[in-house]
Structure formats: C-alpha cells, structure tokens
C-alpha cells in the first residue's frame, strides 16, 4: 500500500482516479474469489456463503 | 485517499461480515445441510413423503444428481475437478466448526469486496462517504447484486436443479452491471435521455430471461426452498445496509484520526 501512495503525487483528481480504479479492480477481485473462481477448494471453501448470497454455484 | 478507502473498507467488511456470518450460520447454513442429506439421499424417510406413490427416492435423486457433478456424501465434495475424467478428491473444509470458519472468511472476503467497490462507486460519483450516502449506494448495491439476479435465479439450495454454470454466471454477472449501470443513470444522471437509458438498462436482463432451469422433480422439500431464498435476501440487504453504514462512518473515523493519511 505504501508503494501505491507514493505513485500519487499528481494532482487531487489523479489521486480520486487512482484510488477508485485501485478499489475497484481490489474490490472486483475479491468479489471473484468469494463468488465465482472455479477452482475447486475455493469452491468448496465458499460454498455456503455462496448459496447464501445467491451467487451462481454448481 | 487510497490507504483511506482501503481501511474504511476493510473496517466495514469486517463488521459487515460479523452480522452477516451469524444470520448465515443461524439461518442459511442448516438448511443448507438439510438439502445436502437430501441431496445425497440420507434423508429418503421424510423425502418419500414428498414423492408420488410408487416413486421409489432412487429414482427422482438419481436425476437431480446426474445434471451435477457433485461426489461425495457432503455436497461441498466434488471429486472430478479434474478435466479428462481423472477423479482426485478437492479439498474442502471438515464438517462442523471448520466449514463454519470458511464460511465466515468467505464472508469476509466477499465483504471486503463489496465494501470496496462501494467506496470506489462513492468517490467516482463524487459523493462524500457518510453513513447516510453510504446506505443509499449499499441499498443500491443490493438491489444490482441481489434483488435484480434473484429474480432471473432465485436462491438455489444444493440439489436443485439447474442451467450450467457458465450461463448463469453470464447471466448473474451481466444484470449486475445492467441494473447498476441503469441505477447510476437514473439516480445520479437524471437528465430525461438518461433515465430512460437507465429504465431499458433495468429491464433488459429480464427481457432477454435468465438460463431456463429445468423443471426436473427434487426430492427437496418446497418449503425449504422458499425459506431459503426468502431468507438469502434478507440476509443480503442486512449485509449490504452493514456495509454503507459502516463505510461511511469508518470513512470519516479514518480521516479524523489521520488527517496526514488522507493526503499521503
């Protein structure tokens, strides 16, 4: 993290992009793993909070 | 503003995951373990009082089963993760208390996920993170990742029968991005033009219809079902309105006890 700050010493709406694009693509990939990667132990791992949060599963 | 939003964040995910854990665990996660004793066929007594006279429980599991690839008796066991046929048992958490904890990291993780794509959609749309802002985009974030996908593929317990996979991922991950792209039009665009693009963005997914599942007989009791995704919803606005509310608040704890962090 403190890599990406130092990156940010551009201007107030470089650092606004930068911080939502970095969130986004985190957030996304998080969202991945949790409800969609195919991977059969992340399956299974997940498998009740997918059911639960109606993410396709199986 | 980065270090800002990943800890509100992770601050709000992980509250988040805390209540949404306990409802799961209280009232998803048993019947999920019910529809896997279905499933498997360990509960052919009760499921015989659901089938027609004469039906033995073999004969209407046997087909549920045969649209899947599941192995094993726990539902979470597939075996043939494999392509080309290989069997090789997957991993998957023991029962009980293990597969309580990968339920809960899963939930965390997915919160986390959630929380930062809410705090990335605030700041995009120029929003001040308050708890009040905060609710509104997580009541949004609810009806996109939700509300609309429900309706296309309701709740699913294990067992029930359904189109493959990859369709209704397809499906799921494109009336996510429609509806919120058509609440974004309409909520903060509002130019006439906008709301009427955001309106078709809306309906479209369900125009075009969800993968069609197979209307194939389940041994599974009706009740469960409903119960299930009637509960799967509740559950989700409680871990949305978590999110919102505590992003904002924690937004606004992070920059009051680090000012310096905000512009770092």
């Known amino acids: 993290m403190t890599t990406n700050t130092l990156v940010l010493t551009g201007t107030r709406s470089n650092e606004r992009l930068g911080a939502v694009l970095m969130a986004a693509f985190l957030g996304l990939g998080l969202v991945f793993m949790a409800g969609f990667a195919p991977a059969m132990a992340l399956h299974n791992a997940a498998h009740d909070f997918r059911h639960a949060q109606n993410f396709p599963c199986h | ?264």
């Open chain 2, 1 to 264: 503003m980065m270090i800002r939003l990943v800890s509100a964040a992770l601050v709000a995910g992980f509250l988040a995951a805390v209540v949404a854990t306990g409802l799961q665990l209280a009232l998803t996660s048993p019947l999920i373990i019910a529809a896997e004793r279905y499933e498997s066929g360990e509960a052919t007594a009760p499921a015989a009082l659901w089938m027609p006279r004469g039906a033995s429980p073999a004969s209407l599991i046997v087909p549920v089963h045969s649209g899947h690839d599941h192995g094993g008796k726990d539902h979470g066991g597939k075996t043939d993760g494999v392509e080309g046929g290989e069997v090789a048992p997957a991993w998957q958490p023991g029962p009980g208390l293990p597969r309580m904890v990968f339920t809960a990291l899963a939930t965390l993780v997915g919160g986390v996920g959630y929380a930062l794509l809410l705090g990335a959609a605030l700041i995009a749309c120029g929003r001040e993170p308050s708890p009040e802002t905060g609710l509104r985009f997580a009541i949004a974030g609810f009806l996109a990742v939700a509300l609309a996908p429900a309706l296309g593929l309701p709740p699913e317990l294990p067992g029930m029968e359904a189109a493959p996979l990859a369709e209704r991922q397809f499906w799921w991950i494109m009336t996510a991005a429609a509806t919120a792209m058509g609440l974004y039009l309409i909520a903060i665009r509002r130019s006439s033009i906008a709301i009427a693009g955001g309106l078709v963005l809306l309906v479209a997914p369900h125009l075009a219809g969800a993968p069609e599942t197979s209307h194939t007989a389940s041994a599974l009791p009706p009740g469960y079902a409903a119960q299930f995704a009637a509960r799967s919803l509740g559950i989700a606005f409680v871990f949305w309105a978590v999110i919102g509310l505590a992003f904002g608040w924690a937004w606004n704890s992070v920059g009051r006890k680090s000012p310096a962090t905000s512009h770092a």
